[in-house]
């Protein structure tokens, strides 16, 4: 009895944690959906916690690895994380908010069945840009491999809208 009490509060913990990352923004939609190129795995995904943002919001990503095993991803990416904001332009897409710190690029590893959190915060407003995100439309992409060196893949959110 008490074994299945106790995978009754893992389930409900796990349940609000799922809740919690899913959570409403307000005047936003709930989550988006991810996306990746053709003959990517789908068992890699990037959602947002929003398909609609103002120019001073924290956009926060998940990424969920669905595969067996463990994947690495540099970290020299948005911010300084392991994610890309993009911002479409025409028909390409344009980095956002490069790291600019001067130290090593780290692999980072995300284990087998795990989801990790990712905040990108918008820029404060220097002498070269702006404060907050520019209104547009835009995606994020995470890029990742099996093993150091190895083959890279590209999964992308749902694209979202600033302004």
Not at 81 to 93: A, H, I, K
Not at 134 to 159: K, L, M, N
């Amino acid at each position: 009895m008490r074994g299945h009490m106790a995978r009754g509060a893992a389930g409900a913990v796990l349940l609000g944690l799922l809740v919690w990352l899913s959570g409403c923004r307000g005047g936003g939609a709930v989550g988006g959906t991810g996306s990746v190129v053709p003959g990517a795995s789908d068992q890699v995904t990037v959602t947002t916690d929003s398909l609609r943002y103002r120019p001073g919001d924290t956009i926060t990503v998940t990424i969920t690895n669905g595969l067996a095993s463990g994947i690495l991803a540099a970290d020299h990416q948005s911010n300084c994380t392991t994610v890309t904001l993009e911002r479409q332009d025409g028909t390409t897409w344009q980095p956002q908010n490069p790291c600019r710190l001067m130290i090593a690029t780290r692999l980072v590893a995300f284990g087998a069945g795990s989801m990790t959190a990712v905040r990108l915060q918008p820029q404060t407003g220097a002498d070269t840009a702006p404060a907050g995100w520019a209104a547009g439309t835009y995606r994020v992409a995470f890029s990742y491999a099996h093993s150091a060196g190895g083959t890279s893949t590209t999964s992308y959110s749902a694209s979202v809208t600033i302004g």
